[in-house]
């Protein structure tokens, strides 16, 4: 249902953009969200975006990280600029808060010092 892609490895300072395609209608759900869990923690919610496009962040990735959606292609995205090695994680999408799809394979982000 969900397909993330766009990782790579990138040396601190760097960018990369993240996009996710739903086999779904995004549109039916109120939020969409990017996760993330780094090496030996709990996948953590770092970005979600409603249908107004009212987005909200994780205080760790505020003024960095920008989520968008493009519903008439059922995929979000997620801008992440002056990325950090904090940064380093496989990265997700799903409904947000709650989760109603069957996670994807996720895209490994690593960010080197």
């Known amino acids: 249902q969900l397909a993330e892609s766009g990782g790579g490895s990138v040396q601190a300072g760097g960018s990369l953009r993240l996009s996710c395609t739903c086999t779904?209608?995004?549109?039916?759900?109120?939020?969409m969200a990017w996760y993330r869990r780094a090496p030996g923690e709990e996948r953590d919610l770092v970005a979600d975006?409603?249908?107004?496009?009212?987005?909200t962040y994780a205080d760790s990735v505020k003024g960095r990280f920008t989520i968008s959606r493009d519903n008439a292609k059922n995929t979000i995205y997620l801008q992440m600029n002056n990325l950090k090695p904090e940064d380093t994680a496989v990265y997700y999408c799903n409904t947000g808060p709650s989760i109603f799809l069957n996670w994807g394979q996720g895209t490994q982000v690593t960010v080197s010092s």
């Open positions: 779904r209608y995004i549109n039916r759900f109120k939020r």
């Open positions: 975006i409603d249908n107004d496009e009212i987005a």
